[in-house]
Structure formats: structure tokens, C-alpha cells
């Protein structure tokens, strides 16, 4: 079984840094990719960043909204991913979600697992 463990939410001003954290753990053959999501109330999940594995180049991708002030990074060895978030926005606050693409065991398809999402709220 596979576990994605989110840490690092909170309050914060408009203007400050949180950084988020995620831990997969469990049986974990291959990770293709980690990244974040986000779902703000009444709107649809979206993606913030992504990040892929080396072995499928070790590329990030992010959200226009984020670019410039939020960077994602990998340990591979440890199965972790995180997230820094500089100039925080009201528009940031959001439920963040870990996202993993792995394969528990060698024979099996790519599988899409979440962790239980962590509560960001930018406010004065």
C-alpha cells in the first residue's frame, strides 16, 4: 500500500513563504512523477507544479499563476517532494494536495496517488 504524507501548511501574510512537504511511502516499485495540486472553494483541482523522475528527464512544469514564485523539488533517494512558495497571494489559499505517479511492484501499470491535502491560507 502506498501513503502520500502532506506537512507544512498554514496561515500566512500576504507577501511571506511557506514551504509544503511530501513523503511517499509504502510499496513503491518507480516514481514517474511528484508534483502539487490545489482546490480552492467552489472551484476545480488544478495543477501548481509538477516535477518528473530523472529517468524521464527530470523536468518541472508549473502553473502560470505560480511561476517565478513557487519552485518544486525532488529526493529521489527519499521519495520526497516539496514545494517553496515565495510572495504568497489571498489567491494562493487553497487545500494542496500531493500527487504521485508510481508503480507499487514491477509488473504493474503507472497509478495516480494523493495525499490528504493540506490547508494553505494567505491572509492578513
Known amino acids: 500500500q502506498v501513503q502520500l504524507v502532506e506537512s507544512g501548511g498554514g496561515l500566512v501574510q500576504p507577501g511571506g513563504s511557506l514551504r509544503l512537504s511530501c513523503a511517499a511511502s509504502?510499496?513503491?516499485?518507480?516514481?514517474?512523477?511528484m508534483g502539487w495540486y490545489r482546490q480552492a472553494p467552489g472551484k476545480q483541482r488544478e495543477l501548481v507544479a509538477v516535477?518528473?523522475?530523472?529517468?524521464?528527464?527530470?523536468?518541472?512544469n508549473y502553473a502560470d499563476s505560480v511561476k517565478d514564485r513557487f519552485t518544486i523539488s525532488r529526493d529521489n533517494a527519499k521519495n520526497t517532494v516539496n514545494l517553496h512558495m515565495n510572495s504568497l497571494k489571498p489567491e494562493d489559499t487553497a487545500v494542496y494536495y500531493c500527487n504521485a505517479i508510481l508503480t507499487p511492484t514491477g509488473s504493474s501499470p503507472p497509478r495516480n496517488y494523493w495525499g490528504q491535502g493540506t490547508q494553505v491560507t494567505v491572509s492578513s
Open positions: 516535477v518528473m523522475s530523472k529517468t524521464s528527464g527530470g523536468s518541472t
Open positions: 509504502g510499496s513503491i516499485f518507480s516514481i514517474y512523477a
